[in-house]
């Protein structure tokens, strides 16, 4: 299978990590889109404060990341959905974890979720992306 056009779009962003894929991410999300993080109970709901997340995310995990395996599912009306596997270090910590990407049928991003193992590493990227959001 083809990778997704969306899926295609995010590897090129993760791995750009500069403000000129800024303009990539706007393009790339919906309006509604909806950001879940492995640290924050609720959902984080809108373009803004998704796009804000995965800034910082790319900032903590962006030197070290690296995609290690994906599945895709795309539905008839172009929809789909994504889980992709990562690797990392993050504050001297090994990082494990998934994005699972969901889009609708024009290709935008609809759901982004990070889940993280293990616990240590979870707790320095907690760390790391609550610093880098208050600096931003």
């Known amino acids: 299978m083809t990778t997704p056009a969306p899926v295609q779009a995010w590897h090129r962003i993760a791995a750009a990590r500069d403000e000129a894929s800024l303009a990539d991410l706007d393009a790339l999300l919906a309006e509604e889109c909806v950001f879940r993080s492995p640290a924050v109970h609720t959902p984080q709901e809108g373009k803004p404060v998704t796009t804000a997340y995965l800034l910082a995310a790319m900032a903590v995990l962006g030197p070290t990341l690296r995609y290690l395996d994906e599945w895709y599912a795309v539905a008839e009306d172009g929809g789909g959905s994504a889980v992709l596997e990562f690797g990392c270090e993050v504050g ?4 494990h974890g998934v994005d699972m990407l969901r889009w ?6 609809t759901s982004f979720t990070a ?4 616990a240590q590493g979870l707790e320095a990227v907690v ?6 959001l208050s600096r931003a």
């Open 127 to 132: 760390a790391a992306m609550g610093a880098e």
């Open 92 to 95: 001297g910590r090994s990082v």
């Open 104 to 109: 609708g049928a024009d290709g935008r991003l």
């Open 115 to 118: 889940m993280i193992r293990p």
